[in-house]
């Protein structure tokens, strides 16, 4: 509990933290130096690590970089140790991952080589679908399921590890936290990160994953620019390929996504894309397409708002409960109307650049 707290502490305070990182530091810094613990310790281990990266966040890179190599070292030789599906520093470690990509910046570098695979890993898994019979079969922890009746199967059970959905959302998170923490030093490894994470922008059981790949998508656009664009002229073919694969990627998941929240991150990163590449790096076939996924979003906006203004105006016409529920209707069209107010200025950018 005290450890708890302390990260919480840490985590709140920010700066104001650092008065204090001299004198509770060391402590927690040799307690992950430590060597194999008993399973019983292992909980006390991962909370030790979680407040150590936290504490780190909130005193600075000025302040931690002298700690940092003796940190990075014992936790890449804490990831060696935690194998075991129930050892919760295999699900710490991401979280602290993150946290010192962002703590230390393009420094996090020395770090990618211990942190990326594992990362592409997860996001790369299948995601791991069941189909047994209702009664066949024992429910097991960490899978949601639902029965349904086939036609011509009769009652099946349709089961999916929700744990290893958690773990691929949050290495999409830790994954973004990387490519904004260190754009340059991902340069290297941006061709795995992208065959890992694109089909990712249609992955259907998280929006959050469905956000930060496409969040990811002008992050790894600008490391390449920055490596494949020269001084003037045209754009590389590999760019150029780049752009296209990317483009066409985000536009395939406007086309399949109905969350408008989703959409508007979704088309704000296609127009972020479009910005970040040199002129004329956009293959033409590509261009028809970007107008029509703009022209649909538009016209859908357009068309919720005259609904809006539609209800509005009949509204006072209603009495009693029918009235009610006319209020509850236009609350839930304003909230989606706000939305799509961001999905269009999303648009907008998309066809000015």
Known sequence: DVVEAL??????????????????FPWFKAGIAQGQVSKADRGLRAKVLDCVTRMALAAGKAKFSSDAPAVLSAMRALQATAVDSDDPLAHTLLH??????????????????????????????????TIVDEDGQEREEGVE??????????EKRICIRTAEIEEKTIAAAVLLQVLQAAPKAMVGGLEQVVNAVVPLLKFVYVEDVREDVARMM??????????LSGAGGPAPEPLRSLLSHLVSGLLDALKAEHNTSVRAVQLLALG??????????????????ISAQ?????????????????????K??????????????????????????????????????
């Open 96 to 129: 602290c991952w993150g946290r010192l990509a962002e703590t230390l910046g393009e420094d996090f570098g020395l770090c990618l080589d211990a942190v990326v695979p594992g990362l592409l890993k997860i996001l790369s898994a299948q995601t791991d679908i």
């Open 316 to 353: 006072g016409t209603k009495k009693g409960a029918a009235a009610e529920a006319e209020e509850e209707e236009d609350e839930e069209e304003e909230e989606g109307q706000e939305e799509m107010d961001a999905v269009e200025d999303c648009a907008c950018q998309a066809v000015d650049v």
């Open 218 to 227: 002008p992050l790894v656009l600008k490391s390449a620019c920055s490596q």
């Open 272 to 289: 972020q894309c479009l910005e970040a590449c040199p002129c004329g790096s956009l293959p033409e076939a590509l261009i028809p397409q």
């Open 7 to 24: 990260s919480g502490v840490a985590d709140h305070c920010q700066g104001a933290f650092l008065k204090y990182y001299d004198t509770l």
């Open 294 to 314: 703009a022209r649909k979003t538009l016209t859908d906006s357009l068309q919720r708002r005259r609904t809006v203004a539609l209800r509005k105006a009949r």
């Open 145 to 154: 399921s639902v029965t349904l009746s086939l036609k011509g199967l009769g």
